[in-house]
């Protein structure tokens, strides 16, 4: 038992370090993040990008989602949006025409479908072929991307010949509610951090929107699996094993915004889908198609990592109750604390974190804010583990039925709702 507690120790100590260099490597490798930065200066508009926007129940955003995507500054010619609705929906569909048709929308257009399955992926894969311009481009229901988001993509993905860009997406609600705050920093880390060391390393599982690719690329592999929860992860290493070029740019001014979900369970319905598709994803293999032992590693570690963390919570606390209860020599005592300690480093890191995002993002940063992250890191660690082991069982009983996430345009200030005029003329 003893022997088998030394050999789980080492891998979390390692888990940890490596937790704490993804998180960290966005502020070490200044180099790096410096080169993928947005442009401060842009080229001229030379492609021509289709907006995908999966909507289904999206009554309560929709309207300002697509005035968003509609008031992006660049030629309209150039631009088109599609709404992508089951037939079945008829409010959703009957809000998106309305808008089109009150601004006069000629760029955006409102697509049906009356198969299965009824999940995003195969809405995106019907997108892609009514699509008519070169870049596809991927929102959410709910996104408020920045008005210069196509001429940052144009600029990047001509300047340095990409067939994929990953955006910047950012939670702005973090006092929502008590699990919100943990919640925006994993995407503030991921994003601004962590995102660009998988660059590096030529291994990305894509994010799910603001993401934008080469349509004849996409296309060639058949366009999203309709049959993995996380489509997103799946297309990017799908497409790192091709060897495809893909960027990754963050800048706080540029983030698409979004928001946390609207409660405990829908936070953990989001978990578990994100969870069992990356199970889905490793089964799957493709990750096994990447060039290097090293690209193969990592990936597996980046889609096991929910389980990982569960196993790592679960042994903290049983190492907790051992030292406690059970007498060991002094050394083994003091190695098995390691990973107590790096979960300290960890907490410290997401106070530095908070202050930076609400520096970044003119947020007032209260003094009690530090005591927030240390009061919910541990019920945060517990939802994240029931979401895990959610994901287990749904495997298990192979129930991959989507679980949507409600939006209820938290992230957006009542006071400064999207009102624009005359997009429907050329630019």
């Given at each position: 038992?003893?022997?088998?507690?030394?050999?789980?120790?080492?891998?979390?100590?390692?888990?940890?370090?490596?937790?704490?260099?993804?998180?960290?490597?966005?502020?070490?490798?200044?180099?790096?993040?410096?080169?993928?930065?947005?442009?401060?200066?842009?080229?001229?508009?030379?492609?021509?990008?289709?907006?995908?926007?999966?909507?289904r129940h999206e009554t309560n955003v929709i309207r300002d989602t697509l005035l968003s995507i509609a008031q992006i500054d660049y030629p309209r010619h150039l631009t088109e949006v599609l709404v992508i609705c089951k037939s079945d929906d008829q409010e959703t569909i009957a809000a998106a025409q309305a808008v089109i048709n009150e601004y006069n929308l000629i760029q955006c257009r409102v697509i049906t479908f009356d198969d299965t399955p009824i999940n995003k992926p195969h809405a995106l894969n019907l997108g892609l072929r009514h699509a008519r311009n070169e870049v596809i481009g991927v929102f959410d229901a709910e996104d408020q991307p920045?008005?210069?988001?196509?001429?940052?993509?144009?600029?990047?993905?001509?300047?340095?010949?990409?067939?994929?860009?990953?955006?910047?997406?950012?939670?702005?609600?973090?006092?929502?509610?008590?699990?919100?705050?943990?919640?925006?920093?994993?995407?503030?880390?991921?994003?601004?951090?962590?995102?660009?060391?998988?660059?590096?390393?030529?291994?990305?599982?894509?994010?799910?929107?603001?993401?934008?690719?080469?349509?004849?690329?996409?296309?060639?592999?058949?366009?999203?699996?309709?049959?993995?929860?996380?489509?997103?992860?799946?297309?990017?290493?799908?497409?790192?094993?091709?060897?495809?070029?893909?960027?990754?740019?963050?800048?706080?001014?540029?983030?698409?915004?979004?928001?946390?979900?609207?409660?405990?369970?829908?936070?953990?319905?989001?978990?578990?889908?994100?969870?069992?598709?990356?199970?889905?994803?490793?089964?799957?293999?493709?990750?096994?198609?990447?060039?290097?032992?090293?690209?193969?590693?990592?990936?597996?570690?980046?889609?096991?990592?929910?389980?990982?963390?569960?196993?790592?919570?679960?042994?903290?606390?049983?190492?907790?109750?051992?030292?406690?209860?059970?007498?060991?020599?002094?050394?083994?005592?003091?190695?098995?604390?390691?990973?107590?300690?790096?979960?300290?480093?960890?907490?410290?890191?997401?106070?530095?974190?908070?202050?930076?995002?609400?520096?970044?993002?003119?947020?007032?940063?209260?003094?009690?804010?530090?005591?927030?992250?240390?009061?919910?890191?541990?019920?945060?660690?517990?939802?994240?583990?029931?979401?895990?082991?959610?994901?287990?069982?749904?495997?298990?009983?192979?129930?991959?039925?989507?679980?949507?996430?409600?939006?209820?345009?938290?992230?957006?200030?009542?006071?400064?709702?999207?009102?624009?005029?005359?997009?429907?003329?050329?630019?």
């Amino acid at each position: 038992m003893i022997i088998l507690l030394f050999l789980l120790n080492i891998l979390f100590i390692l888990h940890g370090l490596s937790t704490l260099f993804w998180l960290l490597f966005a502020w070490q490798d200044n180099d790096q993040i410096s080169k993928e930065k947005t442009p401060h200066t842009f080229a001229p508009p030379q492609l021509s990008f289709t907006a995908l926007l999966p909507a289904r129940h999206e009554t309560n955003v929709i309207r300002d989602t697509l005035l968003s995507i509609a008031q992006i500054d660049y030629p309209r010619h150039l631009t088109e949006v599609l709404v992508i609705c089951k037939s079945d929906d008829q409010e959703t569909i009957a809000a998106a025409q309305a808008v089109i048709n009150e601004y006069n929308l000629i760029q955006c257009r409102v697509i049906t479908f009356d198969d299965t399955p009824i999940n995003k992926p195969h809405a995106l894969n019907l997108g892609l072929r009514h699509a008519r311009n070169e870049v596809i481009g991927v929102f959410d229901a709910e996104d408020q991307p920045h008005t210069r988001i196509y001429q940052i993509v144009n600029t990047l993905m001509t300047q340095r010949h990409l067939d994929i860009l990953q955006s910047g997406v950012q939670l702005m609600n973090h006092r929502s509610h008590w699990f919100s705050t943990l919640n925006v920093l994993e995407y503030f880390f991921w994003f601004k951090s962590t995102m660009h060391y998988f660059a590096k390393k030529k291994v990305i599982p894509l994010g799910g929107n603001t993401v934008f690719f080469r349509k004849q690329l996409l296309a060639s592999i058949g366009g999203w699996d309709e049959n993995c929860l996380t489509e997103d992860a799946d297309v990017g290493i799908r497409l790192s094993a091709l060897g495809a070029k893909i960027g990754v740019t963050y800048d706080e001014a540029t983030v698409t915004r979004e928001e946390t979900p609207s409660s405990i369970s829908h936070f953990i319905k989001q978990r578990t889908r994100w969870n069992q598709g990356f199970l889905e994803i490793f089964t799957k293999g493709d990750w096994l198609k990447l060039a290097t032992f090293s690209q193969k590693a990592l990936s597996a570690y980046i889609l096991l990592t929910p389980y990982i963390q569960l196993l790592f919570f679960l042994f903290l606390l049983i190492s907790l109750f051992m030292m406690f209860t059970t007498v060991l020599p002094i050394a083994i005592v003091l190695f098995m604390m390691i990973p107590l300690m790096l979960v300290v480093l960890q907490l410290i890191v997401f106070m530095i974190g908070l202050y930076l995002f609400c520096k970044a993002y003119q947020e007032p940063f209260m003094i009690w804010y530090p005591l927030k992250i240390i009061l919910t890191f541990l019920p945060y660690q517990c939802l994240l583990g029931v979401s895990s082991l959610r994901a287990l069982y749904r495997t298990f009983r192979r129930n991959t039925g989507w679980e949507k996430t409600a939006h209820f345009n938290a992230h957006r200030d009542s006071a400064k709702r999207i009102e624009i005029k005359e997009l429907g003329a050329e630019a």
